[in-house]
């Protein structure tokens, strides 16, 4: 009650509450206390945020600011790199996680199927669009050697070094081709992942195919794509609907 008089958000009580219930199951387990007085206590209600999603024209923007396609200049190794990484990114929903750990055998390009390990050391594959396996096979046949890479090196996306490219860098490289196409929204390393599996359901996919590409152990987890797409229809109904 102290910490909602002080206007802390549902979320900062929660992770507070959290802690202080694991401490005292701790106490109960090691037979200090008799009984636990944090039992009692109820969560906070956490309202589920409805995630950042790019539309389609903005995708293209976004990756064509990290190589247009229909430039004419010689591709530079990092603009290269950083294309086939996006693109990846957006035709596979994959966690950027998964993306800097991905290894050359991972990867079956004539198939068109990706193997990655998810949360939990779960194993899935998931299919890989025409457009990234384009970009990838040039990455792999003109950018990535000139990396140097390390003798021990066997992920696909590699950094100046030579060395796997690692989550923040792939996050950094995010926001510099958010800020370089001029997209104003909020961007998170989650942003392709989220507008992957929104574009999915509006063209029609099903949930459950939805939550079998993304990896979700429930489908409650994906369902969070059903409001992002409710909005969207919501909004359509008020600039169409003559009584809106």
């Known amino acids: 009650m102290s910490l909602r008089d002080k206007r802390l958000a549902p979320s900062s009580v929660g992770?507070?509450?959290v802690a202080i219930k694991v401490f005292f199951r701790?106490?109960?387990?090691?037979?200090?206390?008799r009984k636990d007085p944090s039992g009692v206590i109820e969560s906070p209600r956490l309202m589920k945020g409805l995630p950042d999603v790019l539309d389609v024209e903005e995708v293209g923007r976004l990756l064509a600011a990290a190589l247009d396609e229909k430039s004419k200049k010689a591709p530079k190794k990092k603009a290269l790199r950083d294309r086939a990484l996006l693109e990846l990114l957006y035709a596979s929903g994959l966690r950027v996680s998964e993306a800097s750990s991905l290894k050359l055998t991972d990867l079956n390009q004539e198939a068109g199927f990706l193997r990655c390990m998810g949360k939990g050391s779960k194993e899935r594959v998931v299919p890989v669009g025409s457009h990234a396996r384009q970009w990838i096979?040039?990455?792999l046949a003109e950018a990535r050697p000139a990396f140097n890479p390390k003798a021990d090196s066997r992920q696909i996306f590699l950094n100046r070094f030579g060395r796997p490219l690692s989550r923040v860098s792939i996050w950094s490289i995010i926001k510099h081709y958010t800020r370089a196409s001029g997209i104003r929204?909020?961007?998170t390393p989650h942003t392709l992942r989220h507008s992957f599996a929104t574009h999915?359901?509006?063209a029609g996919a099903d949930l459950r195919v939805v939550q079998e590409?993304?990896?979700?152990?429930?489908?409650a987890t994906t369902?969070?794509?059903t409001h992002v797409d409710r909005a969207r229809l919501k909004s359509i109904h008020a600039?169409?609907?003559p009584r809106a």
């Open 15 to 17: 992770r507070k509450l």
């Open 26 to 33: 701790f106490l109960l387990g090691q037979n200090l206390i």
């Open 137 to 139: 096979r040039r990455y």
């Open 185 to 187: 929204k909020r961007i």
């Open 200 to 202: 999915l359901l509006e």
């Open 213 to 219: 590409l993304l990896g979700h152990a429930s489908i």
């Open 223 to 225: 369902q969070i794509y």
């Open 239 to 241: 600039k169409f609907h």
